[in-house]
């Protein structure tokens, strides 16, 4: 019995497994009997909560306590940081923001910056997301068949979401500013003059929206080519001895079966664009003028960086701005929850 | 009306030979069978006659016109698949009719194929339904039903039941071997399961490593195996094999020694010399208890499997060796024990030693 009991107690095999082992057993029994207490006293389920209590400690250091603080600012109005040096003004910050003759016309609101910020994010998400869908399906539909060297392309399309957003930014400022590498390049082939493409409103919408898909096109095409090799083979050769034609195969087959993953693709690309801040501020510093200054940038500069500082304000438009990522979602989880449903049907 | 001919047909993936010289026939309403162990390139060859791969070389003709280069859709033929590849987001019907659909077919004759095809497999019920809500038996038959509405010139399965649990694979062969009796169309079906193959097939077509081995009857195959590979091949259990030496042939007779005994044939053994070692098969099922008064082969029981309607006994002889054999009903033998067994010498199968059968 007693070298039984020996047996099951000995230390691993080598010196430096024994040695290991004699803090977590110090530690084990110095542990062991509260936890069985507290297991009695709670149960399993009390259990798993005491695991999960790290991770929700994190949790709440890190998000939910500032999410708080931050909404206490958003009821709070003056430019001092400190929140004891601030007053409290309820709900003005948000009737300021929201207060507008006309929603479609930023110059008749009070924040005419907030609502001017918000166009031009509703335009960026839109033709943006629209945008990169396409580019991320195409990418890797093609990605996915059997061209030459395909492993080296699929690291080459991936490449850039390794980039910080920053170095995104700086390197496409450095190829489109007025004395950058695509003025160059144009003017050396073609003779063409150097154009401002930074500074021209329209060709700085277009640059932004082009360089944010640029630099996560890898990461989204990766989702959907994650998908389409899902789909099994034998369907494409069943399409084919069904004598299906290519167009009908894409929309009929591969298009519904990778649904799910274009939904993925879809919020997650709007969640990030809705966010789109480092590689825009970098790129055109919001302009010309305020062409491309985005929510993020607008919160940004209010509560931080302009003369005017606000932080009421700022936290206040962060706060809505969160309550729209929070609608998409809720959405992305209702569309997935349905899709799921169907494919049980 | 199809007739399907393979002419000199091999495939090649890089330099790894797949199929090699396959040359076959295939008559028009007949039920073929490709079988053979996994690996040999069955399912390589139904898929160059359903045109999803070109062979490297060689002709596959169907009703005498060369289809190598015609695509798979345009063959006339219709494949279902080991995994079914039903489309899983449509619909029993939706499945049913996306080939028909292909081809511009009129809505109404859409329609009356399915509801044929519906009444004849028994899936009527839940054409509103889709593949994920289906049992493995009623998915295989919306697979076959897929390609029964297209009306093809030929069947192509390829291993369709291998999903199945035993008892509705059992189930599901008797209603492919009546499908066949009623369409009377060509059937080629793969499978790797020599019983399926047995119950089948009209012919069978038993391939190796890329070669045609044998093509013949079911029973063909039984009672004359080309080679050793098919005697083993076809059969369960599998056939016995032993070391023997011809010792006499004769213009009628022969005789061979096995087993420390000198067993006289009632056939002339052509091709066999005096002296020549050769290999015996002997099925299990051949092979019985010796009666008191009968010679036979002294062996020691190693194991017995009491299956109730037969027993089979592994027994190993003083020569050292192995002898299964499948004895009817129900015998009271138990492990070590001594018996004799024995068996017609016209049931003798010899082969020489590269495996060739010897008349």
Redesign the interface.
């Known amino acids: 019995m007693s070298n039984r009991h020996q047996g099951k107690d000995a230390l691993p095999a080598g010196w430096l497994g024994g040695l290991m082992m004699v803090p977590v057993k110090a530690a084990m029994q110095v542990i062991d009997m509260p936890l069985r207490a507290w297991q009695r006293l709670t149960g399993l389920t009390g259990m798993a909560s005491f695991f999960l209590l790290p991770n929700m400690a994190v949790f709440g250091i890190f998000v939910l306590v500032p999410f708080v603080i931050n909404f206490v600012y958003s009821m709070t109005g003056g430019s001092e940081i400190f929140l004891d040096q601030r007053f409290y003004v309820g709900a003005a910050q948000y009737r300021d923001l929201l207060d507008c003759r006309s929603y479609v016309d930023p110059s008749t609101c009070v924040e005419d910056g907030f609502w001017i910020a918000t166009r031009n994010t509703a335009l960026f998400v839109v033709v943006q997301v629209a945008l990169m869908i396409l580019t991320a399906l195409i990418t890797a539909l093609v990605l996915n068949r059997e061209i030459a060297g395909r492993s080296f392309w699929r690291a080459v399309f991936f490449f850039p979401v390794l980039l910080s957003p920053v170095v995104v930014g700086l390197i496409w400022r450095w190829i489109l500013q007025r004395q950058g590498l695509l003025n160059l390049v144009l003017y050396d082939l073609f003779g063409f003059e150097p154009y401002s493409w930074l500074t021209d409103r329209n060709a700085a919408f277009v640059a932004a929206v082009g360089v944010t898909i640029w630099a996560r096109v890898g990461f989204f095409a990766l989702i959907l080519l994650a998908g389409l090799q899902a789909i099994?083979k034998?369907?494409y050769?069943?399409?084919?001895?069904?004598?299906?034609?290519r167009t009908?195969v894409f929309f009929?087959?591969t298009l519904?079966?990778l649904m799910p993953n274009l939904i993925v693709v879809l919020v997650l690309g709007l969640i990030r664009s809705v966010q789109v801040f480092d590689e825009a501020y970098v790129l055109t510093g919001g302009g010309p003028g305020t062409s491309t200054m985005y929510l993020t940038q607008y919160i940004y500069e209010k509560g931080f960086a302009s003369d005017l500082r606000d932080p009421g304000l700022a936290a206040a438009a962060s706060i809505l701005m969160g309550a729209v990522l929070v609608v998409l979602t809720l959405a992305q989880m209702a569309a997935s929850r349905r899709k799921e449903k169907q494919?049980?049907? | 009306m199809s007739r399907i001919t393979l002419e000199k047909v091999c495939k090649s993936f890089g330099a790894y030979g797949v199929l090699h010289d396959i040359d076959l026939d295939i008559e028009d309403g007949e039920f073929v069978v490709f079988v053979g162990p996994s690996g040999c390139g069955k399912s390589t060859l139904l898929r160059q006659i359903a045109g999803l791969d070109r062979p490297t070389s060689g002709d596959i003709r169907i009703d005498g016109k060369l289809v190598n280069s015609v695509p798979a859709a345009d063959r006339g033929l219709a494949m279902v698949f080991q995994s079914y590849a039903l489309y899983p987001h449509m619909s029993v019907r939706q499945n049913l009719a996306f080939g028909l659909e292909n081809a511009r077919m009129p809505r109404a004759e859409i329609d009356k194929r399915i509801a044929e095809a519906a009444r004849m497999l028994e899936i009527g019920d839940y054409l509103g339904r889709r593949p994920g809500q289906l049992s493995g038996g009623q998915r295989q038959r919306v697979a076959i039903g897929r390609a029964i509405v297209r009306n093809p010139t030929a069947f192509l399965l390829d291993e369709p039941l291998s999903n199945l649990d035993a008892e509705l694979r059992i189930s599901m062969r008797a209603e492919l071997s009546a499908l066949h009796d009623r369409l009377k169309t060509t059937m080629i079906y793969v499978t790797h399961d020599q019983i399926e193959a047995m119950t089948l097939a009209s012919r069978i077509v038993v391939l190796r490593k890329g070669r045609v081995e044998q093509v013949g009857t079911p029973l063909d195959l039984y009672n004359r195996p080309a080679n050793r590979f098919v005697a083993g091949f076809i059969g369960a259990p599998s056939m016995n094999f032993v070391k023997g030496t011809v010792v006499e042939v004769g213009e009628v007779a022969a005789s061979v020694s096995l087993m420390g005994t000198t067993v006289a044939l009632p056939r002339p053994a052509a091709g066999a010399v005096a002296g020549q070692a050769v290999s015996i098969g002997l099925r299990p099922q051949h092979i019985s208890l010796a009666g008191d008064s009968e010679a036979g082969v002294p062996v020691e029981v190693a194991l017995v499997e009491a299956l109730g309607s037969e027993t089979v006994i592994h027994s190993r002889t003083a020569t050292g060796e192995r002898l299964q054999a499948v004895l009817a009903g129900q015998h009271a033998l138990r492990t070590g024990e001594s018996v004799r067994l024995s068996f017609a010498p016209d049931d003798l199968h010899l082969f020489d030693e590269a495996g060739l059968r010897l008349a």
Not at chain 1, 237 to 245: F, H, I, L, S
């Open positions: 099994p034998d369907l050769e069943a399409a084919e001895m069904d004598g299906t034609r009908r009929r087959i519904p079966l494919g049980e049907r």
